[in-house]
């Protein structure tokens, strides 16, 4: 089943949500945007990542990122059930909105259907998909894991952190960075231009081509 | 762009490669494989990213998960560039097999098209996409992300892992979860069925709704 990809203007749905309805594109604004979703309430994996990234929200408001989930529970459910994912996860506060999508619409669209799973009425389930949306409500990155592969909170932060600096400065970041760390010069940056728009300087490695693409500085 | 997903069977293309010519599914086998793209060859995350996937090789290995680059470039210019991803992570020896995909026939048909990026030709470059697939040929698990943001090695060890472990047993691993961490007991498994299924016992959490759904086993 093909689906939306990076690249991709996220459809602007209109949602049923725990924070009631939402549009999509009015709700993520001028910033960035994560949108994941999960199989079903009161499920195991679930309580445990909406429990996490609740706890890491002050991460996500710091960048000024949005969070929603969705599921295809009613939002009665929804309410029922953050009682148990903040009582599973001590500290955290599930203030983000959870989209509710009984008849599936939502997550066919968002391309957040599990190929494996379906419920007792034989409609589909979500998957664990996460899309990180931009300020131009494309999609920059998409993780698509299936239900019984819990997602990894900080590398969403890793990404996210990644994505933005990459949005404002002609660098990238290298293989398993991590925020604080040295990032490289794109290779669209000649090395004249790398000298004023680095002042900081940069280091650029030997390697047996000459080629000095692979150059790391310091932001 | 719609483009290949989860629980999509992968396309069955004869490739060419730094290895000679390969037939993808001949190539899986009955085991498992990561498949990833990458921009360009003789640019910066790309040659920190395979040089650290090189490194992790005994990792895929002892899990049976055979490795397959992707890239636009040309066999020699991979085999030219290898030396310089060999040089720059000392220890790793890039043994998998890179494709060479001059008319990007590959990256479109697998979903690894950078919707951003383009050559001087006007041609499209590969995203730095990972499918994980499994021994039936289908996508159990993508990461779609841009040119600007390397990928995470430890992540795809982890998925893998994960992937792994709950294809076997019916569990699944919460969020963060780690090899050697405890798992959850999939939803579908009665508690009567759980006691036979898990002889070393398991831990359900007490929750507001009372339901025993949260059931932590060490495997």
Chains 1, 2 share one sequence.
């Not at 609740?54 to 009613?74: M, P, T, W």
């Not at 379906?118 to 998409?142: C, M, N, Q, T, Y």
């Not at 019984?148 to 960075?177: H, Y």
Request: hydrophobic share 35%; charged share 25%; aromatic share 6%.
């Amino acid at each position: 089943m093909p689906g939306l990809t990076i690249g991709d203007t996220i459809p602007d749905l209109l949602v049923d949500s725990t924070h009631g309805p939402i549009q999509i594109h009015d709700f993520i604004g001028d910033g960035w945007a994560v949108i994941f979703s999960h199989p079903a309430d009161f499920t195991p994996v679930c309580t445990t990542e909406l429990g996490k990234i609740a706890l890491y929200a002050e991460e996500f408001d710091k960048r000024e990122v949005k969070l929603l989930g969705v599921s295809c529970d009613d939002t009665a459910s929804h309410v029922e059930w953050i009682k148990d994912i903040e009582a599973y996860t001590p500290g955290c506060n599930v203030r983000y909105p959870i989209v509710a999508d009984p008849d599936r619409e939502v997550i066919r669209q968002l391309n957040m259907v599990d190929p494996d799973q379906k419920d007792s009425s034989g409609l589909e389930l979500p998957s664990r998909a996460l899309h990180v949306i931009g300020p131009d409500k494309r999609i920059k990155l998409s993780i698509l894991y299936p239900a019984t592969t819990g997602r990894n909170m900080d590398e969403v932060v890793r990404v996210v952190e990644s994505l933005q600096k990459t949005s404002k400065l002609k660098i990238a970041t290298p293989v398993n960075w991590k925020p604080g760390e040295k990032v490289v010069i794109s290779p669209s940056v000649s090395n004249e231009e790398a000298k004023k728009m680095f002042p900081q300087g940069y280091d650029t490695v030997d390697l047996p081509s000459n080629k000095e693409y692979l150059r790391f500085t310091n932001i």
